[in-house]
């Protein structure tokens, strides 16, 4: 039995965001039934294709569904599936991406019918706003998220994955706003109703560098492939054999990265002690770095890291993946079946130790009913709501009121997974030390960094930290960790994103923590898993993007791996370690049962790569590495414009779009031209078509080339800069930035969440934790302590709200010791 066995989820229309989310329920049991016309969902016939001529994406989004035809000609089609979706609990719709013929059908209606039916609609940028009726693909919409701009050679044109990555993103919100209806239902509430868009929901990946750029300006560029502000290095290097993944964060790795290498020179030039010092001198660096690192294979190399704790990694080509074993026991790799085609695909991310997903499944056939375990008398939520009472949900509560969630995460991964869990309503403590505070407030120890309180005015920290109550705790003491413990026995869920067995060894394991409290949820976000071979190994969301296959099929066929971002595996972690908890509350509200999550962050980043894998698996060949090209879409490319680095995302997803695109731009020839009439047609003559294309975007400024492509119905977007979002008008239109106060920040956006379910999103309700800022409220209104037994923590150093300079800090450990001894 999977965790939701008993729920029945019905997908309508064709987004593969809304599949993505449909199969997550599908991994853990649910009873998925896929709606599709008589010719199939247009996602089935969409490259790569098997040799078969089976989708590998398709199989990716939909093993473990059912199949369900529903001919919109029919005159009983809106009567037929309304009866179908009266008999669910979720509706993922898809339609305002791709109606896919589906029938028209009353969904107000049916919810006055259905209160207890949980409804969400996804669209590329929502119903309302001034790109709402653009016509859109994966990568025109990362392009107005600001995700290509930063990417590729200096010169241009920005380099960037041809598709397959908006959809997982999306997919994973959707699934968050889905599940955590769920789990609000399970508590007597109604259906939630939510909207979705695409296009905010890969802001997430985003706002780091949008509100960096508001905090410093305009400092963030485009400076290379494999290069990435704000810290040197963080890319993919040649070795003697395969590709090395090296980023170096800390002055501690950066020492002993050198001492590697054997550059004792760079390791003691004062410039260079901090990443974003290095960016000054990189051509410097890598002179040096480049021939030394070509002497030894990056596995020799790994295992030197290894041994030193510095985050580098083999970069693997798909053909590794597949040859992984620990990929296939763990399910990172799994079996599927695609007609008579046997294959393998990339299995669930969410590793539940006692309730764990299925291990891979079956495409289903048009038209197929998949028979699976599922006792929908387990649970029913239709029995639990009475008619009318879909306007009972309190506006003010959310779906995780009175969740408690003691967060021991640092950095950008594990802090916007539990800020999401806040923003769902969740109470989340934030424990931090004044000896070791969170690392996203600063990495510098200097005591000018540290007196002026510079590690309170990052906005990243700021920007990930909302909605959280903060304290602080040493938890190398004994009781500094008693405390921790009364804590957690109060709670619903811990969640730490250290390195493996950090909080083993502090005495707060899974083992111990689960005696406290039964029902407990508790996740590790390690970087390969608890249980890996490569458990040890240090990482931050560059070096799981490295090790993920991903920048293999990025570039072209001659150049080196490409990677997508500063730190990709962040925000795709983060937003998958939600997901996993709510389907562990989902478990232990129905059962009292809590678990162990191992989330292995690198197994993340993998979904992206998912296509390349299953062609991999079946044709035996590495896969084409397509540059700016599309395997499905011709043409596909990003394009220069009039204006200094101005670049614009074009892309034709049909024969009626490539003919007016050609008209556009003034080959009405082509447009007539029927040997031209299919993609694979086009690609014959694709310079040529790219060559026109860009002598026509050039005249034009790239926002007005947009403009008329649009008003021509033809997929294209802007390669925005970051700081360009800032003053966005479809996000300005939308409510998405929202203005928060903080102490030393003063007056700051936010950003929302791109789930909502109203007009507006939900509201930020407090700004980040200062450090320490809510001791006395903990200890004292949640533990019960006295002011006298606080004041002694203070004085102690157990508790306390000023970080500590490197001599403080050194001045500490000593009294620490003194006091053991």
């Known amino acids: 039995m999977g965790v939701f066995s008993g729920l029945r989820v019905v997908e309508i229309g064709s987004a593969a965001a809304t599949s993505y989310c449909a199969r997550l329920f599908a991994d853990f049991g649910a009873d998925v039934q896929k709606v599709e016309p008589p010719a199939g969902e247009p996602l089935r016939h969409c490259n790569p294709l098997t040799p078969k001529a089976q989708s590998a994406w398709f199989a990716f989004l939909n093993f473990n569904k059912s199949s369900i035809v529903i001919d919109p000609t029919a005159s009983d089609a809106a009567t037929s599936l309304s009866a179908l979706v009266e008999m669910c609990d979720i509706l993922l719709d898809g339609r305002y991406v791709d109606s896919a013929d589906c029938p028209i059908i009353d969904i107000d209606a049916i ?36 995700l290509i701009k930063l990417v590729g050679p200096v010169e241009g044109p920005p380099l960037f994955a041809p598709d397959f990555q908006t959809a997982i993103v999306a997919g994973l919100w959707a699934f968050i706003a889905a599940a955590s209806s769920a789990f609000a239902r399970m508590h007597g509430e109604a259906g939630r109703a939510w909207s979705l868009s695409i296009f905010e929901s890969n802001l997430a990946l985003t706002e780091y560098h949008m509100f960096e750029a508001f905090a410093r300006g305009n400092v963030i560029h485009r400076i290379g492939i494999n290069r990435f502000w704000p810290s040197f290095p963080a890319g993919i290097y040649e070795t003697k054999k395969g590709w090395l993944g090296v980023t170096l964060h800390t002055p501690a790795q950066w020492r002993a990265f050198c001492d590697l290498l054997g550059l004792s020179e760079l390791r003691d030039d004062p410039n260079l002690i901090l990443g974003e010092d290095r960016l000054q001198h990189m051509e410097k660096i890598d002179r040096q770095f480049t021939p030394k690192l070509k002497a030894r294979t990056a596995q020799e190399w790994f295992a030197e890291g290894l041994q030193r704790k510095i985050p580098i990694v083999p970069v693997p080509q798909i053909s590794d993946l597949l040859l992984d074993i620990e990929k296939g026991a763990r399910g990172a790799i799994v079996p599927v079946l695609l007609g008579e085609e046997e294959g393998l695909t990339v299995g669930s991310t969410q590793q539940l130790k006692l309730t764990p997903p299925l291990r891979g499944g079956k495409v289903p056939a048009l038209g197929e009913q998949q028979v699976f375990m599922n006792d929908r008398t387990r649970f029913s ?55 070791y505070p969170d690392w996203w407030r600063g990495v510098d120890r200097r005591p000018a960094y540290v007196n002026d309180r510079m590690y309170e005015k990052t906005m990243r920290f700021s920007i990930m930290n909302r909605n959280k109550r903060g304290i602080t705790l040493d938890l190398t003491r004994p009781r500094g960790r008693a405390l921790a413990k009364r804590l957690v026995a109060g709670a619903d869920v811990v969640i730490d994103n250290y390195s493996v067995d950090v909080l083993t060894k502090l005495g707060l394991g899974y083992d111990v923590l689960k005696t406290l409290n039964p029902r407990l949820v508790v996740m590790s976000m390690s970087a390969f898993g608890v249980d890996s071979v490569h458990r040890d190994c240090r990482a931050y969301g560059s070096t799981l993007e490295q090790a993920s296959g991903l920048p293999g099929v990025i570039g072209s066929a001659d150049g080196p791996p490409v990677m997508s971002h500063t730190a990709f595996g962040d925000p795709v972690g983060g937003l998958n370690g939600c997901a996993a908890v709510l389907i562990a509350l989902f478990h232990a509200g129905n059962t009292g049962q809590g678990q162990f999550i191992d989330l292995a962050q690198v197994e993340c ?200 300079c490197e001599e403080e800090l050194a001045k500490s450990k000593g009294d620490v010791a003194d006091r053991k001894n």
């Not at 590329?124 to 009726?133: N, Q, V």
């Not at 995780?400 to 003691?406: G, N």
């Not at 043409?635 to 101005?646: A, K, L, V």
């Not at 060559?691 to 997929?715: K, V």
């Open 111 to 146: 919810r006055k019918r259905h209160p207890g039916l949980i409804y969400l609609e996804a669209s590329w940028f929502g119903r309302a706003g001034p790109y709402a009726k653009f016509a859109a693909t994966d990568s025109t919409t990362r392009a107005l998220a600001g």
């Open 381 to 435: 939520f239709t029995s639990l709501a009475t008619p009318g009472s879909t306007d009972c949900i309190d506006a003010d509560r959310r779906p995780l009121d009175k969740i408690r969630v003691i967060d021991f995460t640092m950095g950008w991964a594990g802090p916007l997974c539990t800020r999401t869990l806040a923003d769902l309503g969740a109470d989340v403590i934030k424990i931090e030390a004044i000896q």
């Open 605 to 804: 980043m993998m979904p992206f790569a998912a296509p390349w894998i299953t062609m991999h698996s079946i044709r035996g060949t590495q896969p084409r590495r397509y540059g700016n090209r599309h395997p499905h879409f011709v043409p596909h490319g990003c394009f220069r414009c009039t204006g200094e680095d101005n670049w614009i995302i074009v892309s034709t997803t049909d024969e009626e779009m490539w003919q007016r695109l050609a008209t556009l731009i003034g080959r009405p020839d082509w447009a007539a031209d029927a040997s031209l009439k299919s993609a694979e047609d086009r690609r014959t003559i694709e310079d040529r078509i790219e060559a026109s294309i860009e002598a026509w975007t050039l005249t034009r400024d790239a926002d007005e080339a947009m403009s008329e492509l649009q008003t021509a119905r033809i997929a294209a977007g802007v390669v925005r800069r970051p700081i360009d979002l800032l003053k966005d008008p479809h996000l300005a239109s939308r409510a998405f930035l929202q203005e928060s106060e903080r102490a030393f920040l003063g007056s700051h956006p936010q950003p929302s969440m791109p789930i909502r379910e109203g007009a507006n999103p939900y509201a930020i309700r407090t700004a980040a934790p200062t450090l320490g800022q809510h001791n006395r409220e903990i200890l004292s209104g949640v533990l019960g302590l006295s002011d006298a037994e606080i004041a002694q923590f203070e004085n102690e150093g157990l508790i306390g709200t000023a970080m500590l």
